[in-house]
């Protein structure tokens, strides 16, 4: 069975970066099949979406966060990851990891990982 | 870039059905979308992908009761039976171009 998981710091300093790494097991992250995503959901709030990465490495990144976001990917350790930098208050969320699968160009989230909250704090 | 519109909350009674409803913004009503469902701390969960026409295609081990359809630029889902584990967030996401959109969320009570 698919397992997402999220790792990295609960604890980030403002103006540091942020980075998170999602691990997949249960199935390959080569697979043409499917991108890889990272969403957010600050508290009490609704799903923001961050980005997507394909094995490839193609990159694909919300407007109003590109500037300060970079998704990569290492295929040999099925894990994909999140650098988020200049962080504020408001980057205080929920961070999930999800696969979104590739559907002749229709993609939607079809899996998600539990999540991992982020607080950004002095 | 599309936006989806969910009203903030809905509430329905233990074993009745609800309709919950997403709409796709002008120039995207034809768009595909999917229904997630997020209960109380947890991750969410993919439910359906839905299309313009109605036909729907559900996530593994979602239970029969979960049902969607369409009207123009509206997406429905639908909940028969409600159950108590049923009362979560409910949003819509839809995509263009390889950017995924969320709509606001829907927050559903069970009475």
């Known amino acids: 069975q698919l397992q997402l998981q999220e790792s990295g710091p609960g604890l980030v300093k403002p103006s540091e970066t942020l980075s998170l790494t999602c691990t997949v097991s249960g199935g390959s992250i080569s697979s043409s099949s499917y991108y890889w995503g990272w969403i957010r959901q600050p508290p009490g709030k609704g799903l923001e979406w961050i980005g997507s990465?394909?094995?490839?490495?193609?990159?694909y990144y919300n407007p109003s966060l590109k500037s300060r976001v970079t998704i990569s990917v290492d295929t040999s350790k099925n894990q994909f990851s999140l650098k988020l930098s200049s962080v504020t208050a408001a980057d205080t969320a929920v961070y999930y990891c999800?696969?979104?699968?590739?559907?002749?160009?229709?993609?939607?989230?079809?899996?998600w990982g539990q999540g991992t909250l982020v607080t950004v704090s002095s | 870039q599309p936006v989806l519109t969910q009203s903030s909350s809905a509430s329905a009674s233990l074993g009745s059905s609800v309709k919950l409803t997403c709409t796709l913004s002008?120039?995207?009503?034809?768009?595909?979308i999917a229904w997630h469902q997020q209960q109380p701390g947890k991750a969410p969960r993919y439910l359906m992908k839905?299309?313009?026409?109605?036909?729907?295609n559900k996530g593994s081990g979602v239970p029969d009761r979960f049902s969607g359809s369409s009207s123009g630029a509206d997406r429905y889902l639908t909940i028969s039976n409600l159950q108590s584990e049923d009362e979560a967030d409910y949003y819509c996401?839809?995509?263009?171009?390889?950017?995924?959109?969320f709509g606001g969320g829907t927050k559903l009570t069970v009475l």
């Open positions: 002008s120039g995207h009503s034809s768009y595909i």
């Open positions: 990465i394909y094995y490839s490495g193609s990159t």
């Open positions: 839905l299309e313009g026409s109605g036909s729907y």
């Open positions: 999800a696969r979104v699968l590739d559907d002749y160009g229709d993609n939607w989230v079809d899996y």
């Open positions: 996401e839809t995509w263009d171009s390889n950017t995924q959109v």
